[in-house]
């Protein structure tokens, strides 16, 4: 853009050689617009500074943000395996529970009915105790009565 204010200008010059005051003004006019190119493009390449001096440190920052992402991934990661395994943990323990109640209920009747047996069993022992003595006492009275017989003859 420079080169071209300054082409014309020479053309401008060149046209105009005889009239001291527009060239004078065209002097102004171009010093103006070179220190307004100036300023701007000094801002420009200030801005321009800035943005390549800010740009790292956005890239850092946007790197540790997805270095903070990526850490916070991991855990949440590590929390959702964690879960899942405890998942599976509480599954099998309830599956563990629920044999070990039907193991308990199937001994509990077991011995229940063990606990039956063995009262008929008691009960019937007991009769035939009973009934063992009071036979022996019979017998026992005619074993007597009988040997005294067997004696007196």
């Avoid at 563990?96 to 109640?101: K, L, Y």
């Avoid at 009071?134 to 017989?149: G, H, I, K, P, Q």
């Amino acid at each position: 853009m420079s080169k071209y204010r300054e082409q014309m200008f020479r053309l401008l010059m060149a046209s105009k050689k005889d009239d001291p005051g527009i060239i004078m003004k065209l002097k102004e006019q171009h010093t103006k617009i070179d220190m307004v190119h100036r300023n701007n493009s000094e801002g420009f390449f200030l801005d321009a500074s800035r943005h390549i001096l800010e740009a790292p440190q956005h890239g850092l920052q946007r790197r540790h943000l997805e270095a903070n992402q990526n850490e916070l991934q991991a855990h949440v990661d590590q929390i959702t395996e964690m879960a899942a395994v405890m998942r599976k943990a509480i599954e099998i323990d309830e599956q563990q529970g629920c044999r070990e109640q039907e193991r308990i209920f199937q001994l509990e009747q077991e011995n229940k009915g063990l606990r039956e047996i063995l009262q008929i069993t008691r009960e019937s022992f007991l009769n035939l105790r009973k009934d063992d003595v009071s036979e022996s006492t019979s017998l026992s009275a005619l074993v007597t009565n009988s040997d005294l017989s067997l004696r007196k003859s």
